[in-house]
């Protein structure tokens, strides 16, 4: 089957723009994730969201960062007034669920983001 | 508070050779632990997980980790390193209950022909 898209794969804006990156989990799963993956660094959580719970939003870096996710599918991951520490790879991932057995996170082959 | 580390940014084996991949986890309660691996261009695909019960997990292409309570610490291993081995690895971890996975910095295996 299908697994999770990312779009686009790569984006190049200029400093002060807004961008807005989109993730497709899996079909039928409850809960996404969104994290970043800066040069030689590991894997920085950002926000998840979980079936109709409010989102974990422990991870957003700044108010500069939110995201949302629609009808409990798709997922946009939005940064206001990009600045260059912004620049990463974002990448999102899906599971089942979060209980055991159904948190076993499948990732997307992210966004490369470039802030000039 | 969760956390991972991964002491080795790079290791280097030859094909043929095992090969281990360390990490070691600081959780309260009961650890779930993850090791995903990501090549080139690509995003992070899983491997393998350890939630209870036997501490020698097996998982994707080969791959086995063993989980060491008392030594906090869940290393990933491999009898015999291929070249297509070579990729980043990163370990992760998570307790019970809604909290998300953390992630090490990820290791870079490099297996040489």
């Known amino acids: 089957g299908a697994g999770v898209s990312q779009s686009p794969s790569n984006k190049v804006t200029e400093k002060g723009k807004d961008v807005e990156l989109r993730c497709d989990p899996i079909s039928g799963h409850t809960a996404l994730y969104w994290y970043r993956q800066s040069l030689g660094q590991g894997l920085e959580f950002l926000i998840y969201f979980q079936g109709n719970s409010a989102p974990d939003k422990s991870g957003l870096p700044s108010d500069r960062f939110s995201a949302e996710r629609t009808g409990g599918s798709v997922s946009t991951l939005t940064i206001q007034r990009t600045q260059q520490e912004d620049s990463a790879v974002y990448l999102c991932?899906?599971?089942?669920?979060?209980?055991?057995?159904?948190?076993?996170?499948?990732f997307g082959p992210g966004t490369r983001l470039t802030v000039l | 508070a969760q956390s991972v580390a991964q002491p080795e940014d790079q290791v280097n084996v030859a094909e043929g050779n095992p090969l281990t991949v360390k990490c070691t986890y600081s959780?309260?309660?009961?650890?779930?632990l993850f090791w995903y691996v990501q090549y080139p261009n690509r995003g992070l695909q899983f491997l393998l997980k350890?939630?209870?019960?036997?501490?020698l997990v097996k998982g994707s292409y080969g791959f086995e980790a063993e989980f060491n309570k008392s030594q906090t610490s869940f290393h990933l291993k491999k009898p015999s390193a291929l070249v297509s081995d070579s990729a980043l690895y990163f370990c992760a971890v998570r307790s019970s209950g809604n909290t998300p996975l953390v992630f090490g910095k990820g290791t870079r295996l490099s297996v040489i022909a």
């Open positions: 991932a899906s599971s089942l669920g979060t209980g055991l057995g159904t948190d076993t996170q499948y």
């Open positions: 350890y939630i209870t019960g036997d501490n």
């Open positions: 959780v309260s309660g009961n650890p779930y």
